[in-house]
């Protein structure tokens, strides 16, 4: 930040536009972290801030990469089976974008593809494996996937934007990726991006629920012993107690 | 209460669950049969990745014999040589079961194979129940031809490793309980099903066991069959979801005892024609998965 502040100071030299030029976007959210608790099912990411002079703004918020499993269903005869399956990388798990108009009206299309704030840019940069025979096919059914799951969400309207003043409403999903998120507010002025600001969401799980998670994960023979033990524990205790209010 | 299955990866009321294991135990209670098919297709409707459904529906069934074992093995009902000669074979079949499971959802077709067992399986079971049921309420009894029966024995006597087997009263093989116990451990790895259903019968008809031995030893088997299956699931499939599981425990235990109360008071013949309706409407619904054009061709999950 201070090193952007710097540049701009030796690219403008001047007091007053280095007033203006300086803070045209500040931004704040309602939180910097997420907890994933077992009662979590979801919740809502507010980002607020101003902006000097005209413009628009665009939210983008986005997960670290995820590993999802695709598979096809074909006909055979009058059965439905289970075909082909896709493994794909490289694309975010979460990816939310808000905007305060149309981004294909304010950006031009080439900005818009190389600073990645398209849909179609996204896909382009996942990988799938092995290589399908039709791509597109699969490409399109997992941007239909993801925005139908509401992983993929696009908001022509989603920022609220009054005198200057800004809000979103970004809902998080139940199953949210862990990891850093990062959380882009563009404000974008005669089709160019005038200023870009950068916040990290940290999404971890807490509690019992993410100790229980890892444990499941890391030392899964472990815990399959020990959850069958206080399964028929349990069921032994349960079954001693009715015995005895019956007797 | 909204509750995150960690393992499952999705939300679900957990009320639900207990619920789910509530009305199958209920069931179970009243008719004797056990309802360990019923879970796993239930939870399969809901949403539960199959895998998930297939290990938690085992070990839930851990919970839910723990009791009834340990009260005829107290009772002197277990015949203990019979129930580790059907380890033998139910704990291999358990092993490899699971691990054909691994390979078959590596490869996506897990959730297939499931269903396709599940409706021949429901399926037969469904309609031996009906038609048994239907019989008894006309007030004719099914006479089972005796000449068959004393063919299988002596075909069975006739196998090497004649073993006796006091508390029972027997002597034969024991590769019979050995296949026997790996046919049902297979079931209980790819299914989540005790396997009660296969195994009681054949004790009774193909291997003569006294009924007073038959219950006991089926049920202390299973015991010990279903908890290798739900280690395994879990150790190597990742494929039990803890809250699903004792949420099942919880609600099946107390559904078999409602279920058992309110039997002493309710026709026989009734109650299992009940069950087996519950049973083929079930494999129907699962059935019709099969032709039904999916809502949508292409499924996704996230793997990490």
């Known amino acids: 930040m201070l090193y952007l502040r710097l540049m701009l100071m030796l690219l403008t030299m001047s007091a007053a536009m280095l007033a203006e030029a300086s803070t045209p976007l500040v931004m704040a959210t309602s939180t910097d972290q997420v907890n994933v608790t077992s009662h979590f099912v979801g919740e809502n990411l507010l980002v607020y801030g101003a902006i000097t002079g005209p413009g628009q703004v665009i939210v983008i918020l986005r997960s670290p990469d995820s590993t999802e499993a695709m598979q096809q269903k074909t006909r055979t005869g009058p059965i439905w089976l289970n075909g082909a399956k896709v493994t794909v990388t490289k694309a975010p798990g979460i990816w939310q974008r808000l905007s305060s108009a149309p981004v294909s009206h304010i950006l031009p299309d080439d900005t818009l593809q190389q600073r990645g704030l398209t849909l179609s840019s996204l896909v382009d940069k996942a990988r799938f494996t092995p290589k399908p025979d039709h791509l597109d096919t699969w490409q399109k059914a997992f941007l239909d996937e993801k925005l139908r799951h509401r992983n993929y969400v696009v908001e022509s309207t989603g920022v609220t934007l009054k005198q200057g003043l800004f809000s979103a409403q970004i809902k998080l999903p139940a199953s949210l990726p862990l990891g850093h998120y990062q959380l882009l507010t563009y404000l974008v002025r005669q089709q160019q991006v005038v200023a870009v600001r950068k916040q990290q969401i940290d999404v971890r799980q807490v509690g019992f629920q993410a100790w229980i998670a890892r444990f499941a994960r890391e030392n899964s023979w472990i815990y399959g012993i020990v959850l069958t033990f206080i399964l028929a524990g349990l069921g032994f205790a349960l079954g001693i107690l009715m015995r005895r209010r019956s007797a | 209460m909204e509750v995150f299955l960690p393992i499952a990866h999705m939300d679900v009321n957990i009320w639900l669950i207990v619920s789910f294991g509530l009305a199958v135990g209920f069931l179970s209670g009243l008719t004797g049969v056990g309802g360990g098919i019923l879970i796993t297709p239930l939870l399969i409707f809901i949403g539960v990745p199959p895998l998930v459904a297939v ?217 299992r024609l009940v069950l087996a309706l519950v049973v083929v409407g079930v494999a129907i619904k699962m059935g019709l998965g099969l032709f039904v054009t999916p809502e949508h061709i292409f499924s996704m999950a996230r793997v990490v």
């Open chain 2, 55 to 271: 290990g938690t529906g085992a070990a839930q069934i851990v919970g839910g014999s723990a009791i009834g074992s340990y009260a005829h093995w107290r009772m002197g009902n277990v015949d203990m040589r019979m129930a580790f000669v059907l380890l033998a074979g139910s704990w291999t079949g358990g092993l490899i079961g699971v691990h054909i499971a691994r390979i078959l959802e590596a490869g996506g077709h897990f959730s297939l194979v499931v269903t396709f067992l599940y409706v021949i399986l429901l399926g037969v079971i469904g309609t031996s129940m009906l038609i048994e049921s239907l019989l008894a309420l006309r007030g004719r009894h099914g006479h089972a031809s005796q000449k068959n029966r004393t063919k299988n024995q002596s075909i069975l006597q006739r196998l090497p490793g004649q073993m006796d087997f006091p508390v029972s009263g027997l002597r034969l093989s024991f590769l019979t309980p050995v296949l026997l116990g790996f046919g049902v451990g297979l079931l209980t790895a790819l299914m989540g099903v005790g396997g009660g259903f296969v195994m009681v019968p054949i004790m009774l008809y193909v291997l003569k066991m006294p009924t007073k031995v038959v219950v006991g030893t089926s049920l202390f088997q299973l015991l010990f069959t279903t908890a290798e299956v739900g280690i395994l699931q879990a150790g190597m499939n990742h494929a039990v979801d803890p809250y699903l599981a004792l949420a099942l425990v919880l609600g099946s235990i107390f559904g078999t005892q409602f279920g058992a109360r309110a039997g002493a008071h309710m026709k026989g013949e009734q109650l």
